[in-house]
């Protein structure tokens, strides 16, 4: 097993782009543009590697679809945090039998953290045969080769070797959106919660170096866009590993001085890893958005412990408090484990605790999965699912009438927002983000769509507030 982290030669890169041109050359003869279907699932880094492969497909040649009997090549890009993501996964890829008997030529890949787990690519190389392509994010970079070989001579390619992980820059990118872009940071993580599946299959942690980064913000906001994410496992961690050290506020103050309008976001943060000087710069910097995702996980100190989690509920609050007195207007949002192995409802009611102090803006709940080959899924789980379901349900509906007081403290108020899209709701028409990334759903003309507006806010409720253009 290769522990070293690698830097992939730019010769390297190159030679994938020269195979991208040869398969050009191949799709160019066809007689119709081939389509691609990229389906995605789990958070914004797989999001941003989907990016990289609709990239890498566009010099393919490849036009896009949505529509898998359209398409020459589907391309399943993976999430394996939780059992619930890997059925959806699992059910669909299966049902795409189907749709390659009818399109034999079709070649079905799979790729993303499900397929770097040995028994996934084991079971999709026995039961699966239908999938031609399996890699996983260590080996993104090299997608083009792949595809190649396989327009050259049919087969199956496996790809999965266990790495440290690398880093490969140059590579290209369709972006999804026009207003929003993800930036990846930092690729891997180091922490091994005793619970999350990220370490084994994303590798360790590396960071890009600070001038491709900064370059990367630059040109997105030549181009317009308005909200740019930060993206790592562990931001708050960033630099660490590079020749000249240099921490993530270091760099959070380097983007903020890249001139434009437009706002600075980050994501995820490890409370372990979020420091005073952090809390400064954010309270310094007036592009980075006034919001902190910090995931506490569980309220009880010998569930952190047994999750590895290496801090205590008081650490947590004090950097909560910390923070509020810098920023008194944080919009904060945090993950939350409910019935970790062995976890009582007694334990589980110092996570409400923790609900009821720092008051969340909103948060990501989930029920322990577990996952194989981590610590916690070896570790006794004797609470019932009816009793985890109800505690589960008991915070659910407490931050639900947190998040509805907290939304409703908005209304009658003016805030400059973002507007971000077109909204599904037929009495609004738009759709925008407060700074701190509330969702509005806003009346007003599409044009709008892209600028820094002034919202009166209007309505609230417990997921959305609602509102109307101002004058500015
Ligand atoms: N079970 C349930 N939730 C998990 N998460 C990570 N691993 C698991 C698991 N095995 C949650 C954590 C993490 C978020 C991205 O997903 O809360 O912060
Ligand atoms: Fe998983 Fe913990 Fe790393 Fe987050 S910090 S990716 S929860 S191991």
Known sequence: MNRQTT?????????????????????????????????TYGCQQNEADSERIRGYLREMGFGFTDDEEQARIIVINTCAIREHAEQRVLGNVGAL????????EQLICLCGCMMQEPHVAQKIRQSYRHV???????????????????????????SVADEAGSIAEGIPVVRQDKVKAWVSIMYGCNNFCSYCIV???????????????LAEVRQLAEEGYKDITLLGQ?????????????????????????????????MTSHPKDATHKLFETMAQCEKVAPVLHLPFQAGNDRILKAMNRRHTRQEY??????????????????????????????????????????????????????????????MEDSMPREEKLKNFNRLVELQDSISEEKHAAYVGK??????????????YDLTARTP?????????????????????????????LYGELAED
């Open 7 to 39: 830097t992939i030669p730019p010769a390297d890169v190159e030679r994938q782009l020269a195979c991208c041109r040869e398969v050009a050359q191949l799709t160019s003869q066809w007689p119709q543009q081939p389509l691609a279907f990229v389906d």
């Open 97 to 104: 039998v189907h749709v390659k008997r009818r399109h034999p």
């Open 132 to 158: 031609d392509l399996v890699f996983g994010p260590h080996a993104l970079w090299k997608f083009p080769e792949m595809v190649r070989d396989l327009l050259q001579q049919r087969g199956r390619i496996f």
């Open 199 to 213: 370490p084994y299959v994303r590798g360790r942690e590396r960071s890009r170096k600070p001038e491709d980064i």
């Open 234 to 266: 562990n931001v708050n961690s960033y630099g660490k590993d590079l020749p000249e050290p240099m921490d993530f506020a270091d760099l959070l103050r380097a983007v903020n001085a890249i001139p434009g309008d437009f706002l600075i976001r980050f």
């Open 317 to 378: 609050l004090a950097k909560i408090r910390d923070l509020k007195a810098l920023i008194p207007d944080i919009v904060l949002t945090s993950d939350i484990i409910v019935g970790f192995p062995g976890e009582t409802t007694e334990e589980f009611e110092d996570t409400l605790k923790v609900l009821e102090e720092v008051r969340f803006d909103a948060l990501f709940t989930f029920i322990f999965s577990p996952r194989v080959g981590t610590p916690a899924a070896q």
């Open 414 to 427: 003016t805030v400059r927002c973002l507007i971000d899209g077109v909204s599904d709701d037929a009495r």
């Open 436 to 464: 701190g990334n509330r969702l509005v759903r806003v009346v007003g003309p599409s044009q709008a769509v892209g600028q820094f507006r002034l919202v009166k806010i209007t309505d609230s409720n417990k997921w959305s």
